[in-house]
């Protein structure tokens, strides 16, 4: 699935956990986060970490509450990053706990949550930032190093060195991958060749549209600025939100949209921005020549909204403008209350602009619901749902393709990070075009790779 990414590996009794994520989606998927974890935690001697999306880190926390205290690599934007997604996770868990107590409806009397604010706190003090492309040691008989991986700020793919016996045998996680020539990010490096290869394949059984970002924000601004209302845009605060700025800084600076008021209704995402600027130099700022990168992500029509009141206080306001609000699904966050105001109203557009899993409300619009259910209410959707394929972070098949394709065969490719039907799809794909050895990884199996 899509979430909770874990993979542990184990050398000689050395316990290394790549990435930690949290589960998100479906009920039956959430609980996973009760379960313990498949080995005690306090046997583990590192975690190194991908990215900072919290299907790759929302569980560290957890981890930390469960007895794990060793170091946790990740690159040093992951690393100014993950404060805010973690802080933010926690608030969430708490917030969720809380209303399961009210309502009565927790398995868990009293309903607690998964983890809180002081197991972040915890959780940050054992984090290490190392650069990309520099070896580190996160156990006797491993080495590591990170490498740009385009998905987000930050994002790596981790090569991992295996030392035992004489013998050396290399693997590589590949995290989340991301795609070519999207604005603001650095196309994925080519990988290095290994033995094995742990890769994701969120859309392993299709491809992108060709269509440029720029060209379907443009259409999709115009459409709304047309219907006269509001468009709601439910984005991850922390990276498609800046993404989306900087695509309609450009899209306004050319001419192409009218400007409107766009407002960031998330802390997490205006905080953010501050971290984009101090990581400037990890960024592709090819279409910033007109305004220049110093003004990229802000700009005189970008109003930040940081307290809940101010929030609310949005209710009134008049299209045509744009609201940026998260979670990027619609599974909680700012966006529901701005649902809950402006789904019933003609004059809506809402963009879904990301992966959508399955059991999210976000699913459910793209999929064509008459009524969303948010806050224990039935929303009638008269809005229209607009959706943007090309602004995914996800390399799509092909692209998955291009970024294997100078990488002579690995003994055997496990897939992960895909439901079924895209997993199969990527096998597919490899065993048909490469003629590779691929295995798509269910939850909880184990491979013996020595030799
Ligand atoms: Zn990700």
């Known amino acids: 699935m899509v979430s909770g990414s874990r993979h542990l590996i184990e050398v000689d009794g050395i316990r290394v956990l790549v990435d930690c994520g949290l589960f998100q989606g479906e009920k039956h998927v959430r609980e996973r986060n009760w379960q313990r974890f498949a080995v005690a935690a306090n046997t583990i001697h590192a975690v190194v970490l991908t990215h900072g999306h919290i299907d790759h880190s929302g569980w560290l926390p957890r981890l930390v509450r469960e007895g794990f205290s060793g170091p946790i690599y990740t690159s040093p934007a992951t690393s100014d990053l993950l404060g805010l997604l973690l802080y933010d996770s926690a608030k969430c868990q708490e917030e969720d706990a809380r209303y399961a107590n009210r309502k009565g409806y927790s398995k868990h009397h009293p309903a607690l949550a998964i983890y809180d604010q002081h197991d972040v ?20 008989g491993l080495r590591c190093r990170f490498h740009e991986a385009g998905h987000m700020l930050g994002s790596s793919f981790i090569e991992v060195e295996v030392a035992t016996q004489g013998r050396t045998t290399r693997l590589i996680f590949s995290g989340d991958i991301g795609r070519y020539d999207a604005p603001l990010y650095n196309d994925p490096l080519a990988p290095p060749a290994c033995d094995y290869l742990v890769c994701e394949s969120t859309y392993g059984d299709r491809n992108h549209p060709q269509s440029h970002p720029l060209d379907e924000l443009e ?20 990276g498609r939100c800046q993404q989306l700025i900087y695509l309609l800084r450009t899209l306004m600076a050319a001419g192409r949209i009218p400007e409107l008021p766009v407002w960031v209704d998330s802390p997490m995402a205006v905080a953010a921005i501050g971290v984009f600027e101090k990581h400037a130099a990890e960024h592709d700022f090819a279409e910033a020549k007109m ?8 700009a005189p029509w970008v109003r930040m909204v940081r307290t809940a009141d101010e929030s609310k206080a949005m209710n009134t306001q008049q299209g045509p403008g744009i609201i940026i609000a998260s979670s990027g699904m619609m599974n909680g966050g700012r966006i529901l209350h701005h649902l809950v105001q402006r789904l019933p109203d003609s004059r809506t557009t809402v963009l879904v602009a990301g992966f959508q899993a399955i059991g999210t409300r976000g699913r459910s619009l793209i999929d064509g619901a008459k009524f ?12 229209a749902v607009r959706r943007i394929d090309a602004l995914s972070g996800h390399a799509d098949r092909e692209e998955i393709g291009r970024w294997l394709a100078g990488m002579p065969a690995p003994k055997r490719t496990f897939l992960v990070h895909g439901e079924p039907p895209a997993a199969r799809g990527m096998a597919d794909f490899l065993r048909e075009t490469r003629g590779w050895d691929v295995h798509c990884a269910a939850i909880g199996e184990s491979f013996n790779i020595d030799g």
Do not use: C, N, Y
């Open 291 to 298: 305004f220049g990168v110093a003004a990229a992500l802000r």
């Open 219 to 238: 259409a999709a601004v115009g459409e709304s600025v047309a219907r006269g209302g509001m468009m709601l845009v439910a984005s991850f605060a922390i």
């Open 121 to 140: 706190d915890q959780t940050l003090r054992l984090v290490k930032a190392v650069p990309r492309e520099e070896w580190f040691q996160p156990g006797v």
């Open 372 to 383: 969303l259910r948010i806050h224990g209410r039935d929303i009638p959707v008269k809005a």
